[in-house]
């Protein structure tokens, strides 16, 4: 009876490896490194006098975990995860603080050759980013504050590279993602910022 146990326990581990070597199962996880590149748009400040786009915000590379759940062979959801992200903000190229973003997405994906060793995909969806840890201050004008959250869309191109049929993917990815927020003083709206990075990332997958 122990040597049946054993043995059933042992298939089941089997099993569930195969499962998880599946290049073709219901789910796939992906880690990535990814590049986010502002677009550093913002409207003038009259007083002081500062110009339209004076306030940028800093480039980063971080971590990022992505699970994506395949309806069928050809459409998937994704749901993009990281954690906090400190940037730097300069006005007219002089630093005036930091922020934190928080930016999860959540997208339908169409990938267009689903069998293929080239994978191909695209997507579209929504981005709800959490904005924290604002610590922003202006000479002449004081502290600044931005927007709690921001909310806008994504879209997405992108393409997995099968590794050799055991569920393991090289993943390449682009997405646009727009971002913006209220530049304050007090309560008195003082600009606006967009953000709206470009997201560069590569990293690995695996399906099951």
């Given at each position: 009876?122990?040597?049946?146990?054993?043995?059933?326990?042992?298939?089941?581990?089997?099993?569930?490896?195969?499962?998880?070597?599946?290049?073709?199962?219901?789910?796939?996880?992906?880690?990535?490194?990814?590049?986010?590149?502002?677009?550093?748009?913002?409207?003038?400040?009259?007083?002081?006098?500062?110009?339209?786009?004076?306030?940028?915000?800093?480039?980063?590379?971080?971590?990022?975990?992505?699970?994506?759940?395949?309806?069928?062979?050809?459409?998937?959801?994704?749901?993009?995860?990281?954690?906090?992200?400190?940037?730097?903000?300069?006005?007219?190229?002089?630093?005036?603080?930091?922020?934190?973003?928080?930016?999860?997405?959540?997208?339908?994906?169409?990938?267009?050759?689903?069998?293929?060793?080239?994978?191909?995909?695209?997507?579209?969806?929504?981005?709800?980013?959490?904005?924290?840890?604002?610590?922003?201050?202006?000479?002449?004008?004081?502290?600044?504050?931005?927007?709690?959250?921001?909310v806008g869309f994504a879209l997405q191109g992108g393409a997995d590279i099968d590794l050799g049929?055991?569920?393991?993917?090289?993943?390449?990815?682009?997405?646009?993602?727009?971002?913006?927020?209220?530049?304050?003083?007090?309560?008195?709206?003082?600009?606006?910022?967009?953000?709206?990075?470009?997201?560069?990332?590569?990293?690995?997958?695996?399906?099951?």
């Open positions: 009876m122990k040597r049946l146990y054993v043995l059933a326990l042992a298939g089941l581990a089997v099993s569930t490896t195969v499962e998880a070597q599946n290049p073709d199962g219901r789910f796939m996880i992906r880690v990535r490194a990814l590049s986010l590149t502002p677009a550093d748009k913002s409207d003038a400040i009259a007083s002081p006098a500062v110009p339209a786009d004076a306030i940028t915000v800093s480039d980063k590379i971080f971590p990022e975990v992505d699970l994506s759940y395949f309806l069928n062979k050809s459409w998937a959801v994704e749901l993009v995860l990281t954690y906090p992200q400190q940037h730097d903000v300069k006005l007219s190229g002089t630093k005036i603080g930091t922020f934190k973003h928080l930016p999860p997405s959540l997208l339908l994906q169409y990938h267009l050759l689903p069998s293929a060793k080239f994978r191909p995909y695209v997507g579209a969806g929504g981005n709800l980013t959490l904005i924290s840890d604002v610590a922003l201050n202006v000479p002449g004008v004081g502290a600044l504050t931005l927007d709690d959250a921001s049929g055991k569920g393991w993917f090289l993943n390449l990815d682009a997405k646009y993602v727009t971002i913006g927020s209220d530049v304050k003083a007090g309560s008195t709206k003082i600009s606006a910022v967009q953000v709206n990075p470009i997201l560069l990332s590569a990293g690995l997958g695996v399906r099951f």
